[in-house]
């Protein structure tokens, strides 16, 4: 099971991780989407894709607040667990994308394995969010079968 968590302010990220988890059933892949992650309901070895959008000054957005801060409190290892981010963002502000960014360094430092650069999204380009992701997506769906 790919477990998608989900960063939103606006619902953005929201309807492109509806997208995603499309794409991934499409192709006989599991996946479910929380916007309220709890991370001893998280599957602990398998794929996680963050999907996240920036706030303020760069900030994670506050559904996700809680789950960044139990991963924080909590002494864990995430060492079985891949890593996919799809960061949202709009590069006319210095902090563009920067949710993805720390909630990257902060997985990382729990041993979870990044298996692809950050995908960011600016909200700048013409073609829809979600357009973007599901392209980007497509091109690394043979990893993703291979870890699920």
Same mark, same amino acid.
């Given at each position: ?59 994670? $957005?506050?559904? &996700? ?10 002494? !864990? =290892?995430?060492? #079985? ?47 829809? $969010?979600?357009? &973007? ?10 990893? !993703? =079968?291979?870890? #699920?």
């Amino acid at each position: 099971m790919i477990e998608i968590i989900v960063g939103t302010e606006t619902g953005t990220a929201e309807y492109v991780a509806d997208e995603v988890i499309e794409l991934l059933e499409a192709n006989d892949i599991k996946a479910r989407a929380t916007l309220e992650p709890e991370l001893e309901l998280l599957s602990t070895s398998g794929l996680w894709i963050v999907i996240t959008s920036t706030q303020g000054a760069g900030d994670i $957005p506050n559904n &996700l607040q809680p789950f960044i801060q139990s991963l924080s409190d909590n002494n !864990i =290892t995430l060492a #079985n667990n891949k890593l996919m981010i799809i960061a949202l963002g709009d590069s006319s502000y210095d902090t563009y994308c920067q949710a993805g960014s720390k909630i990257s360094e902060l997985l990382l430092s729990l041993r979870i394995e990044l298996i692809t650069p950050i995908f960011q999204v600016d909200a700048m380009n013409e073609e829809m $969010p979600e357009d &973007l992701v599901i392209n980007w997506l497509t091109d690394h769906l043979p990893l !993703i =079968t291979a870890i #699920n």
